[in-house]
């Protein structure tokens, strides 16, 4: 698909993230209250505004651009999603003759802040790449007992804490917690020294369900997708996991970006998912491709440092179960999906080296630091060191951006600060 031009000039560079043909979904204040916007070049259209103004007629439901999320226009379903997106695109498209009427509504990104743009319901965690569980199993387990006798056959997960959810540009603070090093006898409480990301992709559940669900019904669930920054203690994590999973190691943090890019605006970008090893059970069988085509880096730059050093480069298309199947599997023991529940992919990382979605895969657990451009070595993260995931479809003379996900990492809380 080729850009639809917009009287906007920043949505129509082909450099920009946000143009005509993404229409992605946010949180935005300009001094004033939290609602929800537009990312449209480089400015936010602010549809509660133009609700008000009684200007998007008819309007999906008054009042439901005026939260400060998306919840409300995602409980009107899918029919009503489509409407709305083609009458904001026919309100920017180039050429539109009300151009004078929605012009107030635009507002400099650069000068507003953004927020969450959902409230979380509950938050799922699954670890989907093959790359990434063959290396993390081989640095945990060894390379005969790297992919868990499960893992061609059901996608695995674990169930995060949806209260350690923030959006992008919130700062992370290194967590304490107990580790135990593999030469000492007994466990230690300390600050962690293997503070990490993951590089992940995560779904946003825009319809409910109350019982089993197809995976084509689950596709249809899905409201759209965000960055995801699965911040991770791996000292905690390698001490805490067995036999029930991480907990502590991942309840420090997990970012998302702040703009929601739908599904819709992703439709021209569907891949079919990989070559399955093993046959996949009926009940996850795709009718057609469910994953995308998102190219995916991660930067790092030092406290000090002028400049970023992009470490990864990875593709989506790496992820082995489609979140569909995901959402399809995450149903069928009972469990009703709620309107806002985060899905979140699991870190995703290709064959090549520097594809690796974590700084435990990309310096082999210690054993191969990085070098950044700094001339600074990295195994792990560093206080004040700042992490950036970016993601971007690529179209014709456009691209579908995601914008970015940052986190700061700021010191662990000292001695005298905890209540122990
Ligand atoms: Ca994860």
């Not at 230690?188 to 319809?207: K, N």
């Not at 002028?306 to 399809?328: D, G, K």
């Amino acid at each position: 698909m080729s850009l639809i031009a917009s009287w906007i000039d920043t949505a129509n560079s082909s450099e920009t993230a946000f143009p005509l043909n993404n229409l992605p979904y946010g949180v935005f204040s300009v001094g004033g209250a939290a609602r929800c916007g537009v990312a449209i070049g480089d400015l936010i259209l602010d549809v509660s505004g133009l609700e008000e103004a009684g200007i998007l007629q008819p309007g999906p439901r008054p009042g439901v651009f005026s939260a400060p999320s998306w919840n409300g226009f995602m409980r009107l379903g899918p029919t009503v999603w489509s409407g709305f997106r083609a009458g904001l695109t026919e309100f920017l498209r180039e050429g539109c003759a009300r151009r004078a009427e929605v012009e107030p509504y635009l507002f400099p990104m650069a000068e507003a802040r953004l927020h969450m743009p959902f409230r979380i319901a509950e938050y799922t965690d699954f670890y989907a790449s093959r790359q990434h569980a063959t290396n993390v199993g081989t640095m945990f387990r060894g390379p005969e007992n790297a992919l868990p006798p499960n893992w061609l056959h059901i996608p695995i997960a674990y169930n995060g804490r949806a209260s350690s959810v923030v959006v992008s540009g919130t700062e992370i603070r290194r967590p304490w917690g107990q580790v135990k090093a593999p030469d000492k006898p007994l466990p230690r409480f300390r600050p962690s020294g293997r503070f990490d990301i993951e590089l992940e992709i995560g779904a946003i559940v825009g319809q409910p369900s109350t019982g089993p669900v197809s995976v084509t019904r689950a596709d249809g669930m899905i409201f759209g997708y965000v960055l995801l920054n699965d911040w991770s203690a791996r000292d905690i994590q390698a001490w805490e996991y067995q036999p029930l999973g991480p907990f502590q190691a991942k309840a420090t943090a997990t970012s998302i970006s702040p703009w929601i890019v739908t599904k819709a605006a992703l439709e021209p970008f569907r891949i079919p998912s990989p070559e399955r090893e093993r046959d996949l059970l009926p009940y996850l069988h795709e009718p057609g491709p469910m994953l995308y085509d998102i190219s995916l880096t991660v930067s790092i730059q030092p406290e000090l440092a002028a400049l970023p050093t992009v470490i990864a480069r990875t593709n989506y298309r790496e992820i082995y179960y489609s979140f569909p199947q995901q959402l399809a599997h995450h149903t069928t023991a009972g469990a009703p999906m709620n309107i806002g529940d985060l899905l979140g992919s699991g870190t995703i990382s290709g064959p090549a080296k520097s594809e690796r979605g974590s700084l435990l895969e990309l310096g082999w657990g210690g054993k191969e630091p990085l070098r950044l451009d700094t001339g600074e070595s990295r195994s792990f993260i560093e206080d004040g060191d700042t992490l950036t995931l970016s993601g971007t479809a690529e179209g014709v003379g456009h691209r579908i951006g995601f914008g970015e996900c940052v986190g700061k990492v700021i010191p662990a809380l000292e001695p005298d600060q905890l209540p122990y």
